[in-house]
């Protein structure tokens, strides 16, 4: 009976945050196809033109976003591998300390970062060279949270040094053992990297110069000057770029836990 209760409970809980976080965001998709939300939801009908117009006026906005974030997924790749596989398995004493500043960033208010960068690198910004180093800060504690623990395991280590055993070079077990057997955590590694930078306001709005502004300042520019179903159907273009890969990301977890 216990164990009914619990998963009873759990199962309510879960609902009940579902709800709680799904809600505002039907009632947005609502407001953003409606023809005039004061009069009511769908009141006036259903429209497409808040839609076309949000498109209009943000479609270059998402583009920018999208374009940083990818520069920031191949820039926690290229590091944040490497890094993630050296604290991993290196025995050196210094591991525990470059874990410790690779996180640090966490630990920082966002406003608070983004003026410590301002103030170091004002040169740097313009170009948004800043912008671009400010998002790998804080993404890359991501980054390494999901390959670390894979690179440890010792089931991928013992696979690794038996394809080393028959005579593979060390590019070669990269390509044919590592990056294989760690695919479910890099395709999550680079989805939540993506999502965090495409998504970050702090850095976005502090770092960014403001004749290029990015999606979510664009976002809390369109609720604080604009009308609502404009604002609205801006919310529903970002949740389409960001949405989407948050589920895979959730696929990719199950898929893993699957094999286990």
């Not at 089931?155 to 760690?182: H, I």
């Not at 664009?218 to 770029?241: I, P, V």
Request: aromatic share 8%.
């Amino acid at each position: 009976m216990s164990g009914r209760t619990d998963r009873a409970v759990t199962r309510a809980a879960v609902t009940l945050c579902a709800l709680f976080i799904l809600t505002p965001a039907v009632v947005s998709i609502l407001v953003a196809v409606s023809a005039n939300s004061a009069r009511g939801l769908l009141g006036d009908g259903v429209t497409g033109d808040w839609l076309a117009l949000a498109w209009e006026q943000m479609g270059e906005t998402l583009r920018r976003s999208a374009g940083v974030a990818i520069a920031v997924v191949a820039a926690n790749l290229l590091v944040g591998g490497p890094l993630a596989m050296w604290l991993a398995r290196s025995t050196s004493r210094w591991t525990r300390a470059v874990s410790f500043l690779a996180t640090l960033p966490l630990a920082i208010p966002g406003i608070a970062l983004s003026i410590g960068l301002i103030t170091l690198y004002p040169e740097l910004r313009p170009s948004g060279a800043l912008l671009f180093f400010g998002h790998v800060l804080v993404t890359l504690p991501f980054a390494l949270a999901a390959l670390t623990p894979v690179f440890a395991e010792p089931a991928l280590q013992t696979c690794e040094d038996v394809a080393a055993s028959l005579g593979s070079s060390n590019p070669r077990v990269l390509l044919t053992v590592t990056l294989p057997m760690s695919t479910t955590a890099i395709v999550q590694s680079v989805i939540t990297v993506f999502a965090l930078s495409f998504g970050e306001f702090n850095i976005s709005f502090f770092v960014n110069p403001p004749a290029s502004p990015m999606a979510p300042f664009a976002l809390f520019d369109a609720y604080a000057t604009q009308r609502l179903e404009l604002a609205s159907a801006k919310t529903m273009l970002f949740m389409a770029c960001v949405v989407p890969l948050l589920l895979v990301t959730v696929a990719a977890q199950r898929a893993r836990q699957g094999k286990e």
